[in-house]
Every structure is written in structure tokens, then in C-alpha cells.
């Protein structure tokens, strides 16, 4: 059971807006920042946002962002078949001499 | 460019031991921290341990806590993780990533499998 939640599936169609949520706690997401992770099957994950809400060099715009209290969320506005993957939140967490916590991962489908 | 080259995987007994090494290049290696990070398969990602740049600071998981080593060579650009007593449940691909705020980069991961 992950520290982090999240929903297990998520699905759209192409040109669609979808949001995936990620719920945490005082000791991780409530005081520190969430980062977001993309994996394609078979590959390494890879950095999608940092800090909450900033893009890596070369992640499209159409990925975002946000955090409020011990929430965080990933919207992807105009969905392509490429964005079909596993994403993953995850954020430090204070308690027990500081460790790094994730979400379970929730599995986008491109209709 | 960045790269982090695992190795050191393959299959071992139960209670046996593994020692996987992470090989960086590309960047200045002794200014970042680390983590380990596994994957089970199917499963999802769950964070093994960190080093700080100097190897001073390290912290595991419950699960690998007393079990697991976390280490590092600044000379050699090198991270390592030694397992003992390795368990079933340690079957999982492991990958190292250097921390830049989030993981920004990531190695290929080496499968590691424990089983008799």
C-alpha cells in the first residue's frame, strides 16, 4: 500500500483534458513539493513535473501541475495515443529521518 | 549528457547477497544526491534508499532497512547497493537516480531475482 494515493486507471480520447489526482498527507505533500514521473512500459520513468508545477526542458505544455494542502494534481490537455503510460507522484516525506515517498502509479489509457 | 549505467543484477538464492553499481558519467557526480529505486514486476515504483553528495547522510525503506547498503565513490563517479539476505519479495528492476529537486535522470535499471 502506497504512502501516496492514486487512482489505479485513468482514460480519455484524443484532444481531451485529463486530470489525475495524487493525495498525501502533513508530512509529505502538505510541507514539502510533488514531483510527477511518466513511464512508458519497458522504460525508465522519467521526469514530467518538478516542484509542483514546473516543466523539465522538453516536456510539452500540455502537461501541468498544481498542489493545494496535502493534494496535488497532474492535468494533460490535449491527450495524444503517446501519452498512454504510467505516472506516478511522489514528494518527500519529514517523518523518519526523511524519506521519499510514491503514489501507486495510475495507468492512462488513450481511447 | 547525463547517463547512469546500472549493473550487477541477476539471479540469487534467498538469504543470499548482490552488490549493484550505478556508473555516471556526463555531469559532476559528487555535487548531486541519489536514490535507489525498485520496481517490481508489475508493480509500481517504491524508493530503496538515498546518499547525500558526500555520502554522509543516508536513510533506507523499512522494507530494506538492516539489510541493504547504500554507498558511494566520488573518485569513480560510482553508486553502489549492497543486498543481504535477500528475499523474494526483493525481486524487482532497480534503478539509481540522481536528485535535482525531483529524479531527473534516470538509469535503464538492472533486474535483480531472488529465487531458489
Known amino acids: 500500500q502506497s504512502v501516496l494515493t492514486q487512482p489505479p486507471s485513468a482514460s480519455g480520447t484524443p484532444g481531451q483534458r485529463v486530470t489525475i489526482s495524487c493525495s498525501g498527507s502533513?508530512?509529505?505533500?502538505?510541507?514539502?513539493?510533488v514531483n510527477w514521473y511518466q513511464q512508458v512500459p519497458g522504460t525508465a520513468p522519467k521526469l514530467l513535473i518538478d516542484?509542483?508545477?514546473q516543466r523539465p526542458s522538453g516536456v510539452p505544455d500540455r502537461f501541468s501541475g498544481s498542489k493545494s494542502g496535502t493534494s496535488a494534481s497532474l492535468a494533460i490537455s490535449g491527450l495524444q495515443s503517446e501519452d498512454e503510460a504510467d505516472y506516478y507522484c511522489a514528494a518527500w516525506d519529514a517523518s523518519l529521518n526523511g524519506l521519499w515517498v510514491f503514489g501507486g502509479g495510475t495507468k492512462l489509457t488513450v481511447l | 549528457q547525463v547517463q547512469l549505467v546500472e549493473s550487477g543484477g541477476g539471479l540469487v538464492q534467498p538469504g543470499g547477497s548482490l552488490r549493484l553499481s550505478c556508473a555516471a558519467s556526463?555531469?559532476?557526480?559528487?555535487?548531486?544526491?541519489f536514490s535507489w529505486i525498485r520496481q517490481a514486476p508489475g508493480k509500481g515504483l517504491e524508493w530503496v534508499s538515498y546518499?547525500?553528495?558526500?555520502?554522509?547522510?543516508?536513510n533506507y525503506a523499512d522494507s530494506v532497512k538492516g539489510r541493504f547498503t547504500i554507498s558511494r565513490d566520488n573518485a569513480r563517479s560510482s553508486l553502489y547497493l549492497q543486498m543481504n539476505s535477500l528475499r523474494a519479495e526483493d525481486t524487482a528492476v532497480y534503478y539509481c537516480?540522481?536528485?535535482?529537486?525531483?529524479?531527473?535522470?534516470w538509469g535503464q535499471g538492472t533486474l535483480v531475482i531472488v529465487s531458489s
Open positions: 556526463g555531469f559532476t557526480f559528487s555535487g548531486y544526491y
Open positions: 537516480a540522481r536528485e535535482s529537486g525531483g529524479f531527473d535522470s
Open positions: 546518499i547525500s553528495s558526500s555520502g554522509d547522510y543516508t
Open positions: 516542484s509542483n508545477n
Open positions: 502533513s508530512s509529505n505533500i502538505g510541507s514539502n513539493s
